[in-house]
């Protein structure tokens, strides 16, 4: 069961949200909206940072490219550091590695930055490859995230329940589900109240313990 995982990275490999918060705050402020609370701004971990301007603030595509500009000012230097490790990740990985699985990380964030992230805390050889979105534009939904991960790690041809997409969103979950891979949601990251489970999860698991044991074992 599952010789092929795709992972979320923000709130499922690592907590990012110290950088994100800032760096969103920091981008806020340039277009005159204070926002003191940073907990106010965790709705911003997990999607695309153009759907989010437009959703939460109403910015049109002109602020929202320069929202973006002056986030990546603070995040591509300080920001992308402000994030910690979820305890136990790097063992899971070294486990999957181990057992024969191939791994991919499918992420909303840019890859250059999805690569600085894996190198700085040592996990980036766990991974057959990295996908995430690009500058030029490509890749900007979860759909077209994972179904490059896809093309990249797993044969054309593949059943459900040989392949899970790892998310603490639902945009992860929606992900999975467009492509016919099995959802698997992760409560210890950013979803709200029933996200996971609205969006069709499969599996929600409470800890990285119960995840380890669904990918190499198959049950809770």
């Known amino acids: 069961m599952f010789q092929y995982v795709l992972f979320d990275l923000d709130g499922t490999l690592t907590d990012p949200k110290a950088g994100i918060t800032s760096c969103v705050q920091y981008a806020l402020a340039d277009a005159g909206i204070i926002e003191p609370n940073l907990d106010k701004l965790e709705p911003f971990i997990g999607p695309p940072l153009t759907d989010s301007f437009r959703e939460f603030y109403g910015f049109d595509d002109e602020q929202i490219k320069r929202a973006i ?9 300080k920001g992308i550091f402000e994030n910690e490790i979820i305890e136990g990740i790097p063992e899971l990985l070294k486990a999957l590695k181990d057992a024969g699985r191939r791994v991919s990380i499918a992420s909303s964030k840019p890859r250059p930055l999805v690569i600085r992230i894996l190198e700085h805390f040592e996990i980036a050889q766990y991974f057959d490859t990295v996908v995430g979105s690009e500058f030029d534009g490509r890749f900007a939904t979860k759909e077209a995230v994972v179904e490059e991960a896809l ?6 041809v593949y059943e459900k329940e040989d392949v899970a997409m790892v998310g603490d969103r639902k945009f992860d979950i929606q992900g999975a589900r467009a492509h016919g891979l ?7 990251g950013y979803a709200g109240e029933h996200e996971l489970e609205d969006a069709g999860a499969d599996y929600i698991v409470d800890t990285v313990e119960e995840l380890q044991r669904l990918l190499l074992q198959g049950s809770l």
């Open 69 to 77: 500009d002056k986030y990546h000012e603070r995040f591509d230097e």
């Open 182 to 188: 099995t959802g698997i949601g992760v409560s210890f």
């Open 151 to 156: 093309r990249q790690l797993v044969p054309s």
